[in-house]
T-cell receptor, first 111, second 112 residues
Framework: EDQVTQSPEALRLQEGESSSLNCSYT??????LFWYRQDPGKGPEFLFT???AGEEKEKERLKATLTKKESFLHITAPKPEDSATYLC????????????FGTGTQLKVEL | NAGVTQTPKFQVLKTGQSMTLQCAQD?????MYWYRQDPGMGLRLIYY???????DKGEVPNGYNVSRLNKREFSLRLESAAPSQTSVYFC???????????FGSGTRLTVV
């Protein structure tokens, strides 16, 4: 069965303390992996799409990487405004025109 | 540019009542989606419309119906609301399967 698992469920960092969030997937074929940011009370906001193993994308303090089994969202020198829930989603071959989401990692960055 | 607009933002229903959640996008996107988000469960797909004139069931379609009224609008109907349908509902759209979704701001529904 195609599944998407995110870890950890929650992460607390000090400002400037770099870390990584994980998204692992078991799918028969990957068409794309998507990262989103969600602030409380709002809809998810699109960050990145990755299509093939070895691919990397960056945006400000965020960098997403992809292997054949998982993706990492690296956060370098985070700031309090990076606090949010980060969601990953997978589009898999044969899954139709839709994304399957993980349950998210809730990130809190403290001063 | 409004993006994806959902109405209403909040709603309280009594068990057995019906209602329609409205969604409209102004980006000329082909595909539209309805998800529900519950604590610990993540976003789960209810129904989607890959293109105007088509609709398909997602992971949790029971108790819901949808209508793709035109390319812009995709509505979600609860015919007889149940407490288990208390959730936050998100509408999303995208143009191609290579694109990420654009989400609306959500409808917070409570069924008592």
């Amino acid at each position: 069965e195609d599944q998407v698992t995110q870890s950890p469920e929650a992460l607390r960092l000090q400002e400037g303390e770099s870390s990584s969030l994980n998204c692992s997937y078991t799918v028969s074929g990957l068409r794309g992996l998507f990262w989103y940011r969600q602030d409380p009370g709002k809809g998810p906001e699109f960050l990145f799409t990755l299509y093939s193993a070895g691919e990397e994308k960056e945006k400000e303090r965020l960098k997403a990487t992809l292997t054949k089994k998982e993706s990492f969202l690296h956060i370098t020198a985070p700031k309090p405004e990076d606090s949010a829930t980060y969601l990953c989603a997978v589009q898999f071959t044969g899954g139709g025109n839709k994304l399957t989401f993980g349950t998210g990692t809730q990130l809190k960055v403290e001063l | 540019n409004a993006g994806v607009t959902q109405t209403p933002k909040f709603q309280v229903l009594k068990t057995g009542q019906s209602m329609t959640l409205q969604c409209a996008q102004d980006m000329n996107h082909n595909s539209m989606y309805w998800y529900r988000q519950d604590p610990g469960m993540g976003l789960r797909l209810i129904y989607y419309s890959a293109s105007e004139g088509t609709t398909d069931k997602g992971e949790v379609p029971n108790g819901y119906n949808v209508s793709r009224l035109n390319k812009r609008e995709f509505s979600l109907r609860l015919e007889s609301a149940a407490p288990s349908q208390t959730s936050v509902y998100f509408c999303a759209s995208r143009d191609t399967t290579e694109d990420g979704y654009t989400f609306g701001s959500g409808t917070r529904l409570t069924v008592v």
